[in-house]
């Protein structure tokens, strides 16, 4: 079998997993010669694991075998893990947040949602001497749920992976833009009595 030893990168991995060790173990103050003991019983486990999983290991077969292995803190002694806890970094104490998705962005959606319903059955049903007034109501509506959307945005793009929801976001800050380039748009037509498809279709 070819062990770690004859290869230098594998050698590499499996010393700095038993330097973790070892790091561990000397900050509780185990003695030198049980440090010594416990990282050689690691070593040895580690040698006949790459043996169980092939006679020619390859750098995966050491990676594999070294994420199979428990954490560092595993290994200290049981009379000593209550002082490994009050020693222990604050990186170790506090465990990674999984990514989850942004309430802020999912509120700017609803919101936006809300109000484009409510926009589409008041200006079907609104008087034609009001839908002006319906216009500015409705633009204004959506500065709120755009504002949200944003700042949103700005948070999951900050949170490096730790948030989600960037589409939702975006939907919610894309729609009063959207809405006043439409808004434009029709304005524009109107002024112009319609001249402007007249032209284009003469075009």
């Known amino acids: 079998m070819t062990t770690p030893d004859s290869n230098g990168e594998w050698r590499n991995l499996i010393d700095a997993r038993l330097d973790q060790i070892e790091r ?3 900050r509780v103050d185990v003695s030198y010669s049980e440090r010594r003991h416990i990282v050689g019983e690691v070593e040895a486990q580690i040698f006949e694991l ?15 075998v070294l ?21 222990a970094p604050v990186s170790l104490l506090k465990r990674p947040r999984e990514p989850h998705v942004s309430w802020l962005a999912i509120a700017s959606a609803i919101c936006t949602a809300l109000i484009l319903a409510w926009g589409l059955v008041v200006v079907t049903n609104a008087p034609q001497r009001d839908f002006g007034t319906v216009m500015i109501v409705f633009g204004i509506a959506l500065l709120i749920p755009m504002l949200l959307g944003l700042i949103a945005c700005g948070r999951i793009i900050l949170s490096e992976g730790r ?13 009063f833009p959207l809405f006043a380039v439409n808004l434009l748009m ?18």
Request: overall charge negative; hydrophobic content about 50%.
């Open 67 to 87: 994420d199979s292995l428990d954490p560092a803190e595993a290994y200290i002694p049981e009379e000593l893990r209550s002082k490994a806890r009050e020693t």
């Open 24 to 26: 561990v173990l000397l």
């Open 50 to 64: 790459l043996a169980r999983r092939s006679e020619n290991p390859t750098r995966e077969d050491v990676q594999a």
């Open 163 to 175: 948030l989600r929801g960037l589409p939702v976001a975006l939907f919610a800050a894309g729609m």
């Open 186 to 203: 029709f304005v524009i037509l109107i002024a112009t009595e319609w001249a402007i498809p007249v032209l284009l279709t003469a075009a």
